[in-house]
């Protein structure tokens, strides 16, 4: 009985271990071809850069890096302006996403619910539907175009307030008694909330800035319309993406692995440093909605 | 509601009728109590907010708000070689609807005023004493700390989301569209026309296409949802299963794909795909297949494709939140459904499923309207296409309600009737988000698996 009990869970871990195995190999997939792709020559002498129909490069080379780097496109001033989005973006969200949640969370003032249901109700609506709307806002600031690395961080950042459910969620599970206990001591709100409550904070400030962080790589939509036509603005997204689409572009199918396999790395090493903290936040937020 | 009305208006009355001189001025110079009465700080901020709306809107506000009802009259005209510009219908919308606002904001600021003076005059009577300059200044970081937190979310709120959507809302019944365009042409005021369009089922309506998009939303933000939901949480339970061994490195595998940018994941798998890419290379290498398969041109198969290559984005992230939540659950409520003799798949259905679901209630209900807006997967795979002849207004049969928008207002610069599909995408999402949000048992039963 014993036995084969033991013998049936032998079994049934080594199917379990086997799926594994076959997800895994389905998941990395598509980032172990960017990679080797990267590696293809897109120099017709050497190899051809666009589809192909086998995986592993012929001839391994870094023809695309040097490409990439050899200052032939903006690919640099491309990459240099997605860092500087990313990091004002992530700063000044976080910021903003600690004042609402702070406020919303602690204090208790007329319109507070009124605000909270009007912000719900405004996320209801298609962020793309206002586009043109926006567009507009940041052309009369001379923020289009030329400008369209600032404009696009004021946009981003302006609307961050309304996503202050996850931070909030979080501050509401601070026992309120603490605040009490200070303030009955004489601290103000002001200090309550940047000596006491900001550093019992540490996830969530880490979460809500790894997510604001990591928004601006993945931005085509916007960051194409806002920046149309100026390749000086440009953001990794919208400019190697215009390598994959356009049909005239083919051989560019290469030097668009390259380019992403460098995008990719800084970003995704930094999440797996805080994938505890997105964790955290993510299912934080996951249970109480 | 009467009586919280009276409640409101009753400051303005007894300004009017009971209040001191002071009062009685401020409610045309605003602010002047408060400076007579020594509050500098407040008073002063008040004078300059109406300095500030006067000047507003003789300068700027007033010609905008003026055209409104026509949105302008004067076309622009070519005198010989020289243009002359005419109205811009897009300006007096757009500054029409923020003088609007403005006016509003002034009324509630001249409203402040008058229950401030009020309330000093109370204090007064009373024998009190009125709160100094120094003690209003340090109350916006104490009890009023909430204003001077709230006060630039709430503005940049205002102008880069309510005012938009507000304009928006208001194209949605003009006639703003590739033949009217400002500023070389003045749009107007339309009514329900557009809306009409988009409903009526005849040769010049587009409802069929409409209904179509509109399944097609719905079918994949259902599918999209459901499917990622029960394997992703297969999978956790697969890891999280005993003698499972590496768990970390299995988790580590799948987080990958939250961590890379998703334009770059999902453009690969787009050319993964392709007719020319890997996938058809291989298979026919191989003698599987003699023509490619047309993962992206079949309009069913490049459905089923965006549903499949949806999960290997979707799984991990409900990977990570169900593995959360597993760990909650007691073990000795699975220790004593052991002894009771049952089987995995019994202890699954009745203890896992039935917690899992009460917990992530909202969860499935965020993501499925998520989904319905789910842009980039829909854009950086497939753009909508296949496109189809039978769909109007260049809708293609992979295309969402908000990419069809997309599509309106980029390369069609139809706004309208972008707008009113924007506000059928509202109307949608906040129904589903109603009716379900309600019916949710973690909403109706708080108390419940506590």
């Known amino acids: 009985m014993n036995k084969s009990y033991k013998k049936k869970q ?4 080594f199917i379990a271990h086997v799926t594994l195995i076959i997800i895994s190999i389905i998941w990395l997939f598509p980032f172990v071809g960017l990679l080797l792709q990267s590696f293809r020559s897109y120099d017709p002498k050497v190899e051809y850069g666009g589809m192909v129909d086998y995986l592993i490069p012929k001839h391994f080379s870094l ?16 990459y240099l302006n997605t860092i500087i989005i990313a990091v004002c973006v992530a700063i000044f969200q976080t910021i903003i ?21 009007f912000w719900l109700i405004l996320g209801m609506f298609p962020g793309f539907l206002t586009m043109i709307c926006l567009y507009f806002l940041l052309k009369q600031f001379g923020l289009t175009q030329a400008g369209a690395v600032p404009g696009l961080i004021l946009v981003s950042v302006a609307s961050s307030g309304m996503g202050y459910y996850v931070c909030k969620g979080y501050f509401d599970t601070i026992p309120k008694a603490l605040d009490e206990a200070a303030r009955i001591d004489g601290a103000t709100r002001a200090r309550v909330f940047f000596t006491m409550t900001l550093p019992m904070s540490k996830p969530i400030i880490i979460y809500t ?22 390749d000086e603005s440009y953001n990794v997204a919208v400019a190697m993406t215009r390598w994959v689409w356009t049909n005239d572009y083919q051989g560019y199918f290469t030097r668009f692995c390259a380019g992403g396999i460098l995008v990719a790395i800084p970003v995704t090493v930094l999440f797996m440093c805080l994938q505890k903290y997105y964790v955290e936040g993510v299912t934080g937020g996951a249970v109480k909605g | 509601m009467g009586d919280s009305i009276g409640k409101v208006l009753s400051p303005i009355g007894g300004a009017i009728t009971k209040g001191d001189w002071k009062t009685k001025v401020s409610i ?42 026509t949105l302008g009259t004067v076309a622009t005209q070519k005198v010989g070689r020289k243009t002359v510009y005419g109205d811009n219908s897009f300006l007096i919308l757009l500054f029409g609807v923020l003088t609007v606002f403005v006016i509003l904001a002034f009324i509630l ?26 003690e209003v200044f340090a109350s916006l970081f104490d009890n009023n700390f909430d204003k001077t937190l709230l006060a630039l979310p709430v503005l940049g709120i205002f102008i880069f989301t309510v005012l938009p959507i507000v304009f928006m809302i208001c194209v949605a019944f003009t006639n703003y569209d590739k033949n009217h365009q400002a500023p070389t042409n003045l749009f107007t005021w339309v009514g329900f026309q557009n809306f009409q369009k988009l409903l009526s089922f005849g040769s010049s309506g587009i409802g069929r296409t409409f209904v179509q998009v509109l399944a097609w939303t719905l079918i994949w ?41 998703q334009f770059v994941s999902l453009l690969y798998i787009m050319k993964l795909f392709a007719n020319d890419g890997l996938i058809n290379g291989y298979l026919m290498k191989w003698g599987w297949i003699d023509s490619p398969i047309q993962f992206w041109v079949d309009p069913m198969l490049a459905r089923i494709t965006i549903i499949v290559v949806n999960i290997w984005i979707g799984i991990p992230y409900m990977m990570l939140i169900a593995t959360g939540l597993l760990m909650n659950i007691p073990e000795d409520l699975y220790e004593s459904a052991r002894i009771d003799g049952a089987t995995g798949w019994q202890m699954f259905k009745s203890i896992t499923l039935p917690y899992i679901l009460f917990v992530t209630g909202p969860f499935l209900l965020t993501q499925f309207t998520n989904n319905l807006n789910n842009f980039n997967v829909i854009y950086l795979l497939t753009q909508g296409r296949p496109l189809s002849v039978k769909m109007a207004e260049n809708a293609g049969n992979t295309d969402l309600l908000v990419t069809w928008l997309y599509k309106m207002t980029v390369n069609d610069t139809n706004y309208s009737m972008a707008a009113v599909i924007g506000i059928m995408v509202f109307i949608i999402t906040a129904v589903v988000s109603l009716v379900v949000y309600n019916a949710l048992p973690s909403v109706k039963d708080e108390e419940g698996f506590q």
């Open chain 2, 28 to 69: 045309i110079i605003l602010g002047f109590g408060q400076l007579l009465r020594g509050q500098i700080l407040k008073g002063l901020t008040f004078l300059a907010l109406e300095a500030a709306f006067i000047w507003y809107m003789v300068g700027f506000g007033g010609k905008y708000v003026s055209k409104l009802s």
């Open chain 1, 10 to 13: 032998a079994r049934s871990n």
């Open chain 2, 221 to 261: 933000a259902f599918f999209a949802t459901f499917i990622d939901y029960f394997l992703g949480l297969a999978v956790a339970i697969l890891i999280n299963k005993k003698g499972v061994k590496y768990k970390k490195l299995w988790r580590t595998i799948l987080v990958l794909t939250i961590a890379v940018p």
């Open chain 1, 63 to 78: 023809d695309n890096y040097r490409f990439l780097f050899s200052g032939e496109t903006n690919f640099l001033r491309w």
């Open chain 1, 97 to 117: 996403v600690l004042c609402v949640s702070y406020a919303l969370s602690r204090m208790r003032f007329t319109g507070r619910t009124f605000l909270m249901r």
């Open chain 1, 209 to 230: 800035a790894l997510v604001a962080f990591m928004a601006p790589w993945c931005d085509y939509v916007f960051a194409s319309y806002v920046a149309f036509g100026h």
């Open chain 2, 109 to 134: 600021v001249w409203y402040l005023n008058i229950k401030d003076n009020m309330e000093a005059e109370r204090l007064i009577k009373a024998g009190k004493r009125l709160p100094s300059n120094k």
